[in-house]
């Protein structure tokens, strides 16, 4: 089984920075994308960033110049940097981590795995 540990979160005001983690544990060969979500109240969840296990990036264009995200393949840890946060920012932030399998034919099949969620509030 995998885990993933997210910690970070907090009240920060406008214009402030906050930086996520999130490090995932257990039987975690194959496993490489690791990105972060997040869901506002009354609305869907929606990519923030993600990362390859080769350190390529992608970024949703509202976060773009004012989030980083990384990885620390050692540790099994990926970290959103988040700069200039704006209260449209307020979100529970959650991680995400992509894991590969062949199934029983030998098709590659996908499995995502979810961390608990981290509340991020950013006053006006």
């Known amino acids: 089984q995998v885990q993933l540990v997210e910690s970070g979160g907090g009240l920060v005001q406008a214009g402030g920075s906050l930086r996520l983690s999130c490090a995932a544990s257990?039987?975690?060969?194959?496993?490489?994308?690791m990105g972060w979500y997040r869901q506002a109240p009354g609305k869907q969840r929606e990519l923030v960033a993600d990362?390859?296990?080769?350190?390529?990036?992608n970024y949703v264009d509202s976060v773009k110049g004012r989030f980083t995200i990384s990885r620390d393949n050692a540790k099994n840890t990926v970290y959103l940097q988040m700069n200039s946060l704006k209260p449209e920012d307020t979100a529970v932030y959650y991680c995400?981590?992509?894991?590969?399998?062949?199934?029983?034919?030998?098709?590659?099949?996908?499995?995502?795995?979810w961390g608990q969620g981290t509340q991020v509030t950013v006053s006006s």
């Open positions: 995400k981590l992509q894991c590969q399998y062949h199934d029983y034919y030998g098709v590659r099949r996908f499995r995502d795995y």
């Open positions: 257990g039987s975690i060969f194959g496993c490489n994308d």
């Open positions: 990362v390859t296990v080769g350190g390529s990036t």
